[in-house]
Structure formats: structure tokens, C-alpha cells
């Protein structure tokens, strides 16, 4: 890699470069606002896409939760838009399964990784190491538009004959893969769900492949590594991740896809006997599904995180009006939870019959990973002590960021020991734990980047008042819905049941009740997010150019930034992203693009 | 415009095609390790010989990257674009003619009964070949539009394109030598 | 602000640790040699984690209330000796705590999964299918019947399609709807599936594993006291998924004696 801060070496193509790179403005309706090759429309996109997909997962959830807590009630309105598998409003056990598959996988890929990844990503990343676009605009819009497909591809399973898949976000073969002996659900709901995502990677590898080329190669003067944002390390440390992760799942999609059009059998082996029939299959492995999806999976999981890793060490400092504790720490622990993301993903097959040595082998990394998780958490909190705090809404969620990261960090402990396991896997424990640490963890740090960044993307300021009852409520919320599910999980209650009405689990009826009331009230509190978001985009406060008295260049262009980020001005970087509580020129903080003498724009 | 520029210290779109390399390798490498497992997971797997014509495709994809390395020497020369179109002609012919090839292999396996679903060899047979040629005709794509820079910009100058287009395609060549070698060696 | 948050993070963890330590919601009773060690483990665990959960909680409210707003003019501070004497004291204590765990753990771990199987040990075949388990006991020959999946036929209650008429091992063999078992005696199962993967999980035994298409997959227990519990399934096997049941009766040696003496005459 290049120190960009040393003078420019002559290339000889370099005016075609330039040419390249000079950005024009956008015309007509469509290359404006549709097929935009812009970063932040399409950053935007992205965020809307998921705005859409966190409301479907969301009510989806609320149907399922409703159900668990009230099995034999019927849903108001369910049997008008379910006539089969909701008839009289009373779910069936397999219309449960598919709102769970779909909440899964609506959440995990539509939500999880395009917000805070590939939309924040796109929208902050460019700007934030001072270039005009991505490396590639065109690859951009694809990335988007693909993605896009594959979200309209997955919700098209609710449409067909036989329903939505059944099978869960993790697809286990044979069950996914032999097509609709299996059940209802299987048969073309689950091929679209392959399809859709097959094509959800193919997305975010070009969007991978552009972040990672963006962050080498199109640094502004002076933004050597050391000085980008911690945010923007995280999302590169995040293409990376996801690079090789989707690269993986997406040939494993392909061989699902085969197995149940193609006739092969990857994942089926032989003599399976479904709905007495015996399938015309022999041979294969459904460990080997296993074994390709967890390790996408795993990392996924930090897919998820990484980015809100990235937000919280952002957005903290800003508040805290002081520089992250251990900089060069929280970048390495960053690195290092990546690189060992792809070391750990057995410790999903624990109980897989996979070979039981092999189980000793997967946990140690997944305990060595607690390691620099426990650090980044320690520079955060750190970081507080001795601080200047200012209250926006932004910092709270960054702080219940930390709370809610370290409850469901500490439930990995257990799960990440096979003896442990055990009792706990497969049981309402893990829901527990994954919801907090990837789930509300992720959620939060898309909170906080939106309240923290909507008046650069907007233009105008979000209401504060309504976003402090956001998060108020909010933070009770979730704690009420997913710490429960840890005792429901000591005390053995399975998951992915529809019903627990039988003597078996009936005991665990009043606080499954507790958490279907908890995630209607926290469910509608969500409401609160949504005017404030549709309210300030058209009624807001108009926004100056640096509301919350940040450094980093973003905050050094006007809100919104003009087409091509910066307009005629060229921004180059004197300094690091966190200089916060010195003295400033207009402040406790020294902006990274302002010199130290002279004003905004003077070259160096 | 301003004085100040962005610095630009390499190129991007040869970066990207690196990290698109990456990719494609990781997914290669995922295939692979499919193959080997699937292969272990049970006693059905069918030995066969490979359609000798895989190996007349090899050298048609060789000569593809010869031909395009003397276009790119030809387009850096300063000789101007007209001197290197003609190579880059040869060349999106020859990686067509290796598709083809690659179709008319296919045909002849499937004459001798071998299908994709009839075992996990022929199966991870037309698999591999087919992803390869997809990524083959992504290489013959951006050659097209290689060709409409070169006719577009003025002499001496190289489009940055052309670089990166070629380094992808090499690439593909090799991993074609890497599948031919795997499959020789495992079917 | 800081403040209201500090105390609701408090609150917060308070009736957390409070409904823990309540035991409301606790593990069921343990009837399995094995389970002692997985609790002993499980505990640990949870003292362990618990007092860094508050810790961690208590911290940040804490550092939440002392150091909110910015109105006072007060300067800021770093945290006392910087990050590295934090994080070295930090790592030492978690990777202690990480390497004591995995210690222990894998004992436990391999007491279960890895023992070499009890010659002595009562060998059951057991068969997960949409939505039932079946428990196949070898009978006076003490061999199991081969299995050929084409002759299966739940009609005519042949599940696990074995050919008695050519198959003199198969003649005897005994399926059973509920795993009986005697009590003190190990119990080695021999784990397939017939369609999809399912799970074999008994909370009271502290074990469960999953059942792989095209695998054949061992699982011991030892049960210490007489009981009935449920067997559930805990992998996702479709639509029945959640009703998928069996039993469990652990019984005396004779009276075990006398039911598979029943059995064998029906
Ligand atoms: C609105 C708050 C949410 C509620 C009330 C909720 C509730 C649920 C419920 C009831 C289940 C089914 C558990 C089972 O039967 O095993 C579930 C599963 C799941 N949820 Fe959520 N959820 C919420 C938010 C999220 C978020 C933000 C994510 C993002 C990671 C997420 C990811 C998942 C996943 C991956 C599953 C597993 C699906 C499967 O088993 O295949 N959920 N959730
Ligand atoms: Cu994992
Ligand atoms: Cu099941």
C-alpha cells in the first residue's frame, strides 16, 4: 500500500484517470434517483430497502410472538390474509415456522447487513476518506439493484402455493433439499429462498469488492491508514470479512439450488424415506451444508456487529468530547475478532455429530475471541471515564450499545462450551443470546448512526425530544423481551416451537406471555422512531454543516454533501480522526480537513 | 477545479480486480473442498475419463492470453489503438472458441451417458466448468469494453481498463489449469 | 439524562441477576450420572460471568452518572495509567478465567462424548422420523436386524424396514414407542434418522445431539434414579416439529426385565 500523503507519482494514464474520476452530474428522473451511480443515493436505497425489511421482520416477529403467548387466540385479521394456513386467525404450526425462517432471514441479511454495512457504509465511506464516489459507481448500483432482486425474489415465497420456506434462516439439509415431500414450504418457497440468497451475495460482493478498493486506493491527501475514522475501518475490516463469507455461501447456495432442481445429491444421502417415499437421492453429506454455512455464518454474525463497532467508536468520542481511549488497540482487536470470526464456526455443530475431539478444537478459538471483544468493550467504556458527556440521542444508543453488547456477550460464555452446550443448544437461551449480541446489539448501532448522521444525509435535524422516548423505551424493552428468554432457556425450553401448550412446557407459559407483551409494547415504541425519521425529513430543523462540532471530513461539506461530496474544494487531511477536548480553532476539537492555521480549503 | 487533486497512487481497477480474484478464488476454494468432502462422504463415486477436447480448449485458452498480452504490449508501445485492436480481436475469438469448446466437451459427456445428475463426479464436472465459463464470458464483457475505450481515447494513451482486463484474464486461464489439473487428478 | 439512565441500567441489572438468582426459572432435576459435572460447570459459569455481567453494568452506569454533561467547564481525563495496564489486567483475568473453563469443560465434555463405549453397556437403536422417535432393542440374539430402507412401510408397521423373512436377527428385534430404560445401567444409543435431522434432547439427562441423515451416531447416559421425562426434538425437522415427542422411563433392573419379556411375547 502507498502512503498517499507523499506527493503524487506521475502516471502515465494519469489524466485519463482524472477524466474517470471527475465526477458530472447526474440527469434525468432515473439516473437521479433509480439507477443513481452515486454513492449516497445509493447508500439511501439501502437504508430504505432496510427500513422496509426491519417493518416486515418486525411484524412478523409480533405474529409469532402474539402466538406463543396466546396459542389458541386467534390474530385479528390473520385468517383474511392467510385463508389456509392461518384459517380462522389461528396460526398453524407451519405457517409459524415460515414467519420464523423468513423473520430470520429478512433480519439477518435485509436488515442487519445492509444497514449498518452496505447503507451507512455507502453513504460515509467515500466521503469519510475524502474521495468523489466509490472506485466503481456502476458495480455500486448493481450491488444495490441485485440485492434489491433478491429481497423481492424472498418475499415472493410468501406468494406461492405452498408458503414460505419452513426450514429456518440456516436452510439445514436434507430438509431444505429435498424438495416438497419434506413439507409444506419446501418446495418452491424454499428454492426462492436460495435463489434470493444466491443473489444477496452476488450484492454484496460488489459491494465488498468496492469498499475495499475505495479505502486502498481513493484516500484523499494526507488520509493515511492511521488517520481514517474508526468507522471506516470497520466497514473495510467488514468488506473483508464479508468478501470471503459470501464467496463461500454463494457456491453453497448454488449446490442447494442443484440438489433441488438439478437432481444431484450434495447434501442428501442416500436411502432418506420422506412421506414414504423413497427419494431418488445417494451420497451426500448434510454436514457438509453445515459446515459451509457456519462458516459464512459465524462471520456474518460479525458482519452484523463490525460495522456497529465501527459507529459506537465514531459517534462516542463526538459526544464524549474525548478521544477513544487506545486508538491503535480498538483498530487490532477489530482486525484480530475478523481473523478469528473465520476460525470458530464449529462451534455451531457442537452436537452435529461431527467428530466430538473436533468440538474441544472450535471452542478454544470461540473463548479467544471473548478476548478482544472484552478490550474493544473496556477502550468504550474507558473512554467515559473522565468525559464531558453530552446526552443526544446517538450517545444513548451508543452506551446501550455497550450494555446490550456485554448481556449478550456474557451468554456466549456458556454457549461457547460444549459441555455447556449440551443442555443449552437449541433451546430459547441462544435466542436470547444472539438477539442481544447481533440482534439489538446491530439495532442499536443503527439507531445511533441515524440519529447521529441523518442531519448530513437529510439535510435536518431529527427531533431530540422523541428520540430520548426512543431509546428510553426502547432499552427497557428489549431487556424485557430477551433477558428473560435466558431463564425460559436454563429451565429447557426449546425454540422454534410454535406452541408450548403441552405439559412438557407449560410452565414456561406466563413468561413467554411477559415476552409476547414486552415486544408488542417495545414493537409499537418503534412507532415513535418512525414519524420522528418521515417527520424531520420534510419538517426538521435545517441542519448546519457540523451540528454535533465533529472532526472528521464529513462534517466538513455541507448537509446534504453536493453530488460529487466536496464540489469544487479538494479536501486534505492534517490530522487524525479523534481530536477531541484540545484547543480548536471554534472549538475543544480540531476538524481533520482544517489546518492548523487558514481556513476550510486551503491546500497544504 | 481547484489545484489539489486527489492523489491517486495506483489504480483502481486493477486493486479491484485483485480483490475480485480473491473472491473468486475463496469460492473456487469452497467448491473444492466440497468436492473433496463429497467425495469421502460415500462409495459412489464414478471415475471417468475427461473429453480429450478439454485439452485442445487449454491451448485455445493459452493462445487468448498470449494474444491479449501483445495487445496490451502493443497498447503500451504508443504504437495507438488501431496497431492493438486486432489482438484483442484474436482474443475475445479465442476465449469464444473455448466456450464453445467447452460446450461441445459437455455434449460429449453427456453422449456417453453422464449427465449432472448422474453421480457427484460428472455432477462437480459440469459444475466447475460451467461457473468457469461464466466467469469467462464476465472476461470476454469487459474486453468488449475495453475495445470501445481504445477506439474512444486518443493516442498513447492506455486505458487503465485494459491493464486490469488483461491481469483477469490471465488469471482465469490459470484457474482453468488449476480445475483441469483437479479434475484430471479426481475424476 | 446520565442519571435517569444510570439508575434504569442499575435497576435493569438488579432484576436481572435478582430473577437468576430467585431460581424461578431453573434447571429441571438431574437424573443422569453425568449431569452433576455439566451443572458443576454450568454454575461456575454463571458466577463467573454473572459477577462480570454486573461488574460491566455498574461500571458504565456509574461512569455515566459521574461524568455527564459538559456545561461545568471541568477538563477532560484520561483513564487513570491509559488503556494498556487496563486491558493487559483485563486479558489476564478473562483469558485465566477462559483457560480454566475450557479446562474443566473438556473433561466434562469428553466424559460424555468421547468415553470408550461400557462393553457392558445396553445397546438401543433408536430412529427419528417426521414426528416420531422409535427404540429398537436387539432381543434375546443380541443383534440388531439390518435396515433396507426400501422395505419400510409404516402401514403395515414395519418402520424401521427390516426383512424378517430372510433376516433371522430381524426376527427378534423389539421397537418400541418410548425409550424404557433400567435404572444404574449404561445405556449406549445408536442414533439415525430416517428423512431429516432431528435432535435427541432430554433436559433432565443434560444431553442432547442431533440425529444426521446417512449417519450413525452414538450417544451414552446413564440414568440414577427412576423417572419419567420427555424426549423432545430439537432440530428443526418441519412442520411437527414442535409436537415431535417420546418418552422416557427409566425403571428398576427387574421391572425393565419384565417389560422387555412383555414386549418380546407381543
Ligand atoms: C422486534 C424484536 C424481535 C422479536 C420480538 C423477535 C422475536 C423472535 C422470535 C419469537 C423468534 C423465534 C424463536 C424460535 O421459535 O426459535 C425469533 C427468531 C429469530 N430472530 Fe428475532 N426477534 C426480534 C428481532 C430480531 C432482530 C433485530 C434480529 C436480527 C438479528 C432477529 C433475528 C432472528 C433470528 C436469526 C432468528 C432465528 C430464526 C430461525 O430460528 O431460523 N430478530 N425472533
Ligand atoms: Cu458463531
Ligand atoms: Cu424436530
Given amino acids: 500500500m502507498a502512503d498517499s500523503a507523499s506527493p503524487s507519482p506521475v502516471h502515465r494514464d494519469t489524466t485519463e484517470k482524472l477524466a474517470q474520476l471527475k465526477h458530472l452530474p447526474p440527469e434525468g428522473f432515473l439516473r437521479t434517483h433509480v439507477f443513481s451511480l452515486d454513492h449516497k443515493v445509493i447508500g439511501k436505497q439501502y437504508l430504505d430497502m432496510a427500513l422496509v425489511a426491519v417493518i416486515v421482520g418486525m411484524v412478523l416477529s409480533w405474529l409469532m410472538r402474539f402466538h406463543l403467548g396466546f396459542p389458541e387466540t386467534p390474530v385479528p385479521g390473520l385468517g383474511t390474509i392467510a385463508p389456509s394456513s392461518g384459517a380462522g386467525g389461528v396460526m398453524t404450526p407451519e405457517l409459524y415456522l415460515s414467519l420464523m425462517t423468513m423473520h430470520g432471514t429478512i433480519m439477518v441479511f435485509f436488515v442487519l447487513t445492509t444497514a449498518p454495512f452496505a447503507g451507512f457504509g455507502n453513504f460515509f465511506l467515500p466521503i469519510q476518506v475524502g474521495a468523489e464516489d466509490m472506485a466503481f459507481p456502476r458495480f455500486n448500483m448493481m450491488s444495490f439493484w441485485v440485492t434489491f432482486v433478491g429481497f423481492l425474489v424472498l418475499l415472493a415465497a410468501f406468494l406461492v402455493p405452498e408458503g414460505a420456506p419452513i426450514s429456518g434462516w440456516t436452510a439445514y439439509a436434507p430438509l431444505s433439499a429435498v424438495g416438497k415431500d419434506a413439507g409444506p414450504g419446501l418446495g418452491l418457497g424454499q428454492t426462492l429462498w436460495a435463489v434470493s440468497i444466491a443473489l444477496f451475495c452476488v450484492g454484496q460482493l460488489l459491494g465488498s469488492l468496492n469498499f475495499i478498493t475505495t479505502t486502498l486506493d481513493l484516500r484523499t491527501k494526507g488520509m493515511s491508514l492511521a488517520r481514517m475514522p474508526f468507522s471506516t475501518w470497520a466497514w473495510f475490516i467488514t468488506s473483508i470479512i464479508g468478501l470471503i463469507a459470501f464467496s463461500v455461501l454463494l457456491p453453497a447456495c448454488v449446490l442447494l439450488f442443484l440438489d433441488r432442481v438439478g437432481g444431484t445429491s450434495f447434501f442428501i444421502p442416500a436411502g432418506l424415506v420422506i412421506s414414504d417415499r423413497l427419494q431418488p437421492h445417494s451420497g451426500g453429506s448434510p454436514l457438509l451444508w453445515q459446515h459451509l454455512f457456519w462458516f459464512f455464518g459465524h462471520p456474518e454474525v460479525y458482519i452484523a456487529i463490525l460495522p456497529g463497532f465501527g459507529i459506537v467508536s465514531h459517534v462516542l468520542p463526538a459526544f464524549a468530547r474525548k478521544p477513544v481511549l487506545g486508538p491503535r488497540l480498538l483498530i487490532g482487536c477489530m482486525a484480530a475478532i475478523g481473523f478469528l470470526s473465520y476460525t470458530v464456526w464449529g462451534h455451531h455443530m457442537f452436537l452435529s455429530g461431527m467428530n466430538p475431539f473436533s468440538a474441544t478444537l472450535f471452542s478454544v478459538p470461540t473463548l479467544v475471541i471473548t478476548i478482544p471483544a472484552t478490550i474493544v468493550v473496556l477502550l468504550w467504556i474507558g473512554t467515559l471515564y473522565g468525559a464531558r458527556l453530552r446526552f443526544t440521542t446517538a450517545a444513548l444508543f451508543c452506551i446501550g450499545f455497550i450494555s446490550v453488547f456485554v448481556s449478550g456477550g456474557i451468554s456466549g460464555f456458556f454457549l461457547a462450551q460444549p459441555s455447556i452446550d449440551t443442555y443449552l443448544h437449541g433451546t430459547y437461551f441462544v435466542v436470547g443470546h444472539f438477539h442481544f449480541v447481533m440482534g439489538v446489539a446491530a439495532m442499536f448501532g443503527i439507531f445511533a448512526g441515524t440519529y447521529f448522521w441523518f442531519p448530513k444525509m437529510y439535510g435536518r435535524m431529527m427531533n431530540e425530544t422523541l428520540g430520548k422516548w426512543h431509546f428510553v423505551l426502547t432499552f427497557i424493552g428489549v431487556y424485557c423481551i430477551f433477558m428473560p428468554m435466558h431463564y425460559l432457556g436454563l429451565a429447557g425450553n426449546v425454540r422454534r416451537y410454535s406452541a408450548f401448550t403441552d405439559e412438557y412446557m407449560k410452565g414456561s407459559l406466563p413468561l413467554h406471555r411477559f415476552i409476547t407483551y414486552a415486544a408488542l409494547v417495545t414493537g409499537a415504541v418503534q412507532i415513535l422512531f418512525f414519524i420522528n425519521l418521515f417527520w424531520s425529513r420534510f419538517r426538521g430543523a435545517v441542519a448546519p454543516e457540523n451540528p454535533w462540532e465533529a472532526t472528521t471530513l464529513e462534517w466538513s461539506t455541507s448537509s446534504p454533501p453536493p453530488f460529487d461530496n466536496f464540489g469544487t474544494w479538494h479536501p486534505v487531511v492534517y490530522r487524525g480522526p479523534d481530536e477531541y477536548g484540545v484547543e480548536g480553532p471554534s472549538g475543544d476539537f480540531r476538524m481533520q480537513a482544517v489546518p492548523d492555521r487558514g481556513g476550510k480549503g486551503a491546500p497544504a | ?187 | 439524562m446520565g442519571k435517569l439512565f444510570a439508575v434504569l441500567l442499575t435497576i435493569i441489572t438488579a432484576v436481572s441477576m435478582y430473577i437468576f438468582l430467585s431460581r424461578t426459572w431453573w434447571l429441571p432435576h438431574d437424573i443422569s450420572v453425568l449431569g452433576h459435572g455439566i451443572d458443576h460447570q454450568l454454575m461456575e459459569t454463571l458466577v463467573e460471568s454473572g459477577i462480570l455481567f454486573v461488574a460491566a453494568q455498574l461500571v458504565l452506569a456509574a461512569f455515566v452518572w459521574r461524568f455527564g454533561g459538559d456545561g461545568d467547564g471541568r477538563a477532560i481525563k484520561t483513564f487513570p495509567g491509559g488503556a494498556i495496564p487496563m486491558v493487559v489486567i483485563a486479558t489476564l483475568l478473562v483469558g485465566g478465567e477462559v483457560l480454566a473453563l475450557t479446562l474443566v469443560g473438556t473433561k466434562v465434555w469428553s466424559s460424555i462424548y468421547q468415553a470408550p463405549p461400557d462393553p457392558n453397556a445396553l445397546r438401543i437403536d433408536v430412529l427419528a422420523e417426521q414426528f416420531a422417535f422409535y427404540f429398537r432393542y436387539s432381543g434375546a440374539d443380541g443383534r440388531f436386524g439390518t435396515i433396507h430402507p426400501e422395505l419400510i412401510d409404516e402401514g403395515n408397521g414395519n418402520i424401521y424396514g427390516l426383512d424378517p423373512a430372510n433376516d433371522t436377527t430381524a426376527r427378534d428385534d423389539i421397537v418400541s414407542a418410548s425409550l424404557v430404560v433400567p435404572v444404574n445401567h449404561p445405556i449406549l444409543l445408536s442414533m439415525h434418522a430416517k428423512d431429516v435431522g432431528h435432535a435427541f434432547y432430554v433436559p433432565a439427562l443434560r444431553i442432547q445431539q442431533d440425529f444426521v441423515p446417512g449417519l450413525l451416531i452414538p450417544l451414552q447416559f446413564t440414568a440414577t434414579q427412576p423417572a419419567k421425562e420427555e424426549i423432545v426434538c430439537t432440530q428443526l425437522c418441519g412442520l411437527g416439529h414442535y409436537n415431535m415427542r417420546g418418552y422416557l422411563e427409566v425403571m428398576p433392573q427387574e421391572e425393565f426385565d419384565q417389560w422387555l419379556a412383555d414386549q418380546a411375547s407381543n
Fill in chain 2, 1 to 187: 477545479m481547484s489545484t489539489a487533486n486527489p492523489v491517486i497512487t495506483s489504480s483502481p481497477s486493477r486493486t479491484g480486480v485483485w480483490v475480485g480474484i480473491a473472491a473468486i478464488t475463496m469460492s473456487f476454494a469452497a467448491f473444492t473442498s466440497a468436492m473433496v468432502v463429497r467425495q469421502g462422504a460415500a462409495p459412489d463415486w464414478l471415475h471417468f475419463r475427461l473429453p480429450p477436447l478439454l485439452y485442445l480448449n487449454t491451448v485455445i485458452l493459452l493462445a487468448s492470453s498470449a494474444t491479449l498480452e501483445r495487445c496490451r504490449r502493443r497498447a503500451a508501445s504508443g504504437a495507438g489503438p488501431a496497431a492493438a485492436i486486432p489482438w484483442l480481436a484474436a482474443s475475445i475469438t479465442l476465449g469464444l472458441l473455448f466456450v464453445v469448446g467447452q460446450a461441445l466437451a459437455w455434449r460429449d459427456l453427456a453422449a456417453q451417458g453422464l449427465y449432472l445428475a448422474t453421480g457427484p463426479s460428472s455432477a462437480f464436472f459440469y459444475l466447475l466448468t460451467a461457473v468457469h465459463a461464466i466467469h469467462l464470458l464476465g472476461g470476454v464483457v469487459a474486453l468488449i469494453y475495453v475495445w470501445f475505450r481504445l477506439v474512444r481515447t486518443e493516442a498513447n494513451n492506455v486505458p487503465s481498463a485494459l491493464g486490469a482486463t488483461v491481469l483477469y484474464w490471465h488469471f482465469v486461464g490459470v484457474l482453468w489449469l488449476y480445475l483441469l489439473l483437479i479434475l484430471a487428478i479426481r475424476l
